[in-house]
Nanobody
Framework: QVQLVESGGGLVQAGGSLRLSCAAS????????MGWFRQAVEKEREFVAF????????DYADSVKGRFTISRENAKNTVYLQMNSLNPEDTAVYYC?????????????????WGQGTQVAVSS
């Protein structure tokens, strides 16, 4: 079992930045790929970012590419999402997820473990 806890969300103005953290426990963190997803009110959950278990492979949704950066510190069992140039369309609950290597990382159904989410709100 893997337990994931997100933190770092909050209310920011458009153009601002936030850094989300996802702390993992319960299993060998470095063996899992990690993803960030988000879900806005009355919208479906969507893929945001992915990072491989070794940290060398990353991918992003087109909507956040160039603005968001995913990283991980395996020694601290933590994955991060640095979010810059935020806009109101980024407002959502952000979830981190853990899955086995080599899964389809853009699909939420492929992940085995999920955090409870952290709210991000961007005002205009």
């Amino acid at each position: 079992q893997v337990q994931l806890v997100e933190s770092g969300g909050g209310l920011v103005q458009a153009g601002g930045s936030l850094r989300l953290s996802c702390a993992a426990s319960g299993r060998t963190f470095s063996r899992y790929i990690m993803g960030w997803f988000r879900q806005a009110v009355e919208k479906e959950r969507e893929f945001v970012a992915f990072i491989g278990w070794g940290g060398g492979s990353t991918d992003y949704a087109d909507s956040v590419k160039g603005r968001f950066t995913i990283s991980r510190e395996n020694a601290k069992n933590t994955v991060y999402l640095q979010m810059n140039s935020l806009n109101p369309e980024d407002t959502a609950v952000y979830y981190c997820a853990a899955g086995r290597p080599n899964i389809d990382y853009r699909k939420g159904a492929s992940y085995d473990y999920w955090g409870q989410g952290t709210q991000v709100a961007v005002s205009s």
